[in-house]
């Protein structure tokens, strides 16, 4: 691995070169931080689809996918004088020193339970901080990952079940519900509904520490590698899918699940 000075030369010239393309490349002296947004948001996803897939090659390079972003929006504060690069570093240096009073000051945290509710204590005492409990929590994001994150945080100040397999009720509570509403053939309430029993069982996964949509993508993965058996063979053996019944579909199913069993 690199030394600390070979680290800060490389980010050195990172930097310098990102400087070059904002003043000689036509693209990059065309780009706003509403016209990176879009690119920012694919890196992005495009780097969870890595992170997933636990490929480290493609974990480096869409890192620096994402850091060149983070630069990139660092130089157009800096043309407009409300920032650059360093004050990036510093508050983030600064915000990390205050929310760590357990490393930094006198406070102790024995533990990642007593962290984590220093630390929306301590964001509510920050200077342009969050106002409200909740308020850090962006709206814009996907809403499974909204629903694990505002319950995280409202656990953090107290507001939790009492014991965990108590969420069980509450699951099949509102699966009842749901299920009510459904026979009933109400699309609207049935909506709310099948909402509430979501948001029930991301609950229960985060009680049981649990990453609902880091299993939720296990889960996609599982079945676009499932069906892609499924087509791979209706090509070979020169049939349709449309073609295959069911019960042709479910066996092929079957040989790709024992498949995955085995490996």
């Known amino acids: 691995m690199h030394t600390r000075e070979e680290k800060l030369e490389a980010f050195g010239r990172l930097l ?21 947004r879009p690119n920012t948001i694919e890196e992005a996803f495009e780097l969870c689809d890595a992170l997933m897939k636990d490929d480290k090659k493609n974990i480096c390079k869409e890192l620096g996918d994402v850091l060149e972003h983070v630069l990139f929006y660092s ?8 920032f650059d690069i360093a004050d ?16 930094y000051g006198d406070l102790k945290a024995e533990n990642v339970e007593q962290v984590l509710q220093m630390w929306e204590q301590i964001k509510l005492k920050e200077k342009d901080g969050n106002k409200s409990v909740l308020a850090g929590v962006p709206d814009a994001l996907p809403s499974l990952i ?6 995280d945080k409202a656990r953090n100040v107290g507001f939790d079940w009492q014991k965990k ?6 699951v099949r509570e509102e699966l ?49 590698n ?9 090509i070979k053996v020169g049939k349709p899918l449309t073609d295959m019944s069911l019960e042709e ?12 069993m085995n490996n």
Request: proline content about 2%; glycine content about 2%; charged content about 35%.
């Open 75 to 82: 130089i157009i504060g800096s043309e407009t004088e409300n």
């Open 16 to 36: 310098d070169v990102l400087d070059d393309l904002r003043h000689k490349c036509p693209w990059d002296k065309k780009q706003t931080n509403e016209s990176l």
């Open 165 to 170: 397999e108590y969420v069980w009720d509450k």
């Open 226 to 234: 499932r069906f892609n058996y499924i087509e791979k063979h209706s």
């Open 176 to 224: 009842a519900e749901l299920e009510v509403e459904i026979r009933k053939e109400d699309k609207e309430n049935s909506t709310k509904e099948l909402g509430d029993f979501l948001f029930s069982v991301i609950n229960a996964a985060r009680l049981y520490h649990l990453n609902p949509d880091n299993a939720l993508e296990h889960t996609n993965q599982k079945f676009i």
């Open 88 to 103: 990036v570093c510093n508050e983030e240096a600064d915000k990390l020193i205050f929310r760590h009073p357990h490393i």
């Open 146 to 151: 909204k629903a694990y994150r505002i319950q």
């Open 249 to 260: 579909m479910d066996t092929l199913w079957n040989e790709a699940k024992k498949m995955e």
